[in-house]
Every structure is written in structure tokens, then in C-alpha cells.
């Protein structure tokens, strides 16, 4: 026989209180598939996964009993979960933009209940990023790359200080694709680069500085 016998089975997700025989309904509070429940049933193979989720934005919301805020199954789906390497996947490097994060940062409505910036999606589109990503390159940066993937922080958290730094390796790297013999495209993304570092550096000078009396 062939298959994973450690993968989860209906009863794993299904199951409340470690009885295949009390299956309730999502509407239910004690559910294990209720919204607010779902990170604890998929923490129970996810466990890492899971405690990367409570620490991030998405998972301080769902904890605050936010029903609009995002749970493992908005983002991976619930019975035709796919790996992110199978280009099906919304959270595939070229759906998860689109599919998975922009249905809620493009919500005029959340947007204004959680004072978030709107047009995210548009100008990641209309970025260099959006049109290699459009063009079926999977290796450029997509939100993820970025943002990170469970464990979500706000701009404003200080924690953001002490995660480890991969994006800024990731932009830097140039697609083999893009390495022409002429280097032209190389010299100009790394340009780009520099010019992205030259102005954070600007800033962040600027803004340590004391006042000019």
C-alpha cells in the first residue's frame, strides 16, 4: 500500500475532543474546524507553524476574536491543500499576490477597519517584481519574500529588528535569467538595488539626527 500513514485523515480535522464521534459543525465553539480554532487542529502536525502564526498580526486578530482576520485555511484551502511548489497552489510564488493576500489587502472595507494602506496589489503589479512574476519567473520576490509567510509583522513592531535579514539577500540576487552577456540587466537591477539601500540609509540618517535650530 502505498501513502503517507502520518498525513492527516478527516477524523485528525474533524474530531472533537479525541473522539471520532463527536463531529460538530464550524459553527460550533468547541469545533476543531471553527474559525478560531482551525491553527490549534492544523498546530497539531504544524506546531512550529503554528506558534510563528500567534506571534504574527494575522494571529493576534483571530486571538482578539477578529472573525474577518485570516486562519490556516483562507490562505492553504481546506481538503485540496496543495504544496507551494505545485504551481496550482494559491500560495504558490506566482498566485500568492493575487490569490492569497490581495482578496483581503484589496478590501476597501478591511482596509479602512484596520487603517491599512490601499493599492498594495497594484503597485507590486505594476513593480518589476509584479511584471517578472506575471511573465511566469517563479524565482522573483512576491509578497512572502518580504513579508514573511505565518509569522506576519506590522511595520511598527520592534521585533522587526531581530528577524533574520534573507529579503534583503533575495533582492539582491539577480535570476540567472536576467544575467544577459551584455550585463545590462544585471547592472541595472543591482543599480536599483543600491539606489533602494542609498535612500533607506538617507532615512534613516535623516531621522536619527537632531532637529536644525
Not at 20 to 39: M, Q, R, T, V, Y
Not at 57 to 73: F, M, N, S, Y
Not at 129 to 144: I, Q
Amino acid at each position: 500500500m502505498g501513502g503517507i500513514y502520518v498525513a492527516a485523515t478527516c477524523n485528525d480535522c474533524h474530531s472533537t475532543g479525541g473522539t471520532a464521534h463527536k463531529i460538530l459543525g464550524p459553527g460550533s465553539p468547541e469545533s476543531s474546524i471553527n474559525h478560531f480554532n482551525i491553527p490549534f487542529t492544523c498546530g497539531q502536525c504544524h506546531k512550529g507553524v503554528e506558534n510563528d502564526f500567534w506571534e504574527g498580526i494575522h494571529g493576534k486578530l483571530v486571538a482578539r476574536g477578529e472573525t474577518d482576520a485570516p486562519v490556516c485555511t483562507d490562505c492553504h484551502g481546506e481538503h485540496g491543500i496543495l504544496s507551494p511548489d505545485d504551481p496550482r497552489s494559491p500560495v504558490s510564488r506566482s498566485k500568492v499576490a493575487e490569490q492569497t493576500c490581495s482578496p483581503c489587502h484589496e478590501s476597501a472595507v478591511l482596509n479602512e477597519k484596520y487603517g491599512v494602506d490601499a493599492g498594495r496589489l497594484t503597485t507590486f503589479i505594476d513593480s518589476y517584481h509584479g511584471l517578472k512574476s506575471k511573465a511566469g519567473d517563479t524565482h522573483v520576490a512576491n509578497c512572502a519574500s518580504c513579508h514573511g509567510v505565518h509569522r506576519i509583522l506590522p511595520s511598527s513592531d520592534p521585533t522587526l529588528d531581530r528577524q533574520p535579514r534573507q529579503p534583503a539577500a533575495h533582492l539582491w540576487r539577480v535570476p540567472p535569467e536576467d544575467q544577459r552577456e551584455d550585463g545590462a540587466v544585471a547592472r541595472s537591477t543591482a543599480s536599483a538595488a543600491r539606489g533602494c539601500a542609498f535612500r533607506r540609509r538617507s532615512s534613516s540618517r535623516k531621522s536619527t539626527s537632531s532637529p536644525s535650530r
